[in-house]
């Protein structure tokens, strides 16, 4: 167990950090899954950008790596574009 002010500090900031993260990280593989599940190309045309803001602000926040974010980015975009 930590014995300083600070280090005490630090694991509770840290829990608190991994729950938002985690949330974070939750909502944009939900939001994702409900994009995939999608049969109609306009209504996932009007999703798109709300997913792909998503994942840029995970990257943005380091949550997801910026590479990983590109490659969900492009693959959803060319999911939607294969809809009939």
Do not use: F
């Amino acid at each position: 167990m930590a014995n300083h002010k600070s280090a005490l500090k630090r694991i509770r900031q840290n829990e608190a950090r991994k729950l938002r993260n985690r949330y974070y990280h939750k909502t944009a593989r939900t939001a994702m899954k409900v994009l995939r599940n999608e049969e109609d190309k306009a209504a996932a045309a009007e999703q798109l950008p709300k997913v792909i803001s998503l994942l840029d602000k995970l990257a943005k926040k380091n949550i997801i790596h910026k590479n990983k974010a590109a490659n969900l980015k492009s693959k959803l975009t060319k999911h939607v574009n294969k809809l009939a």
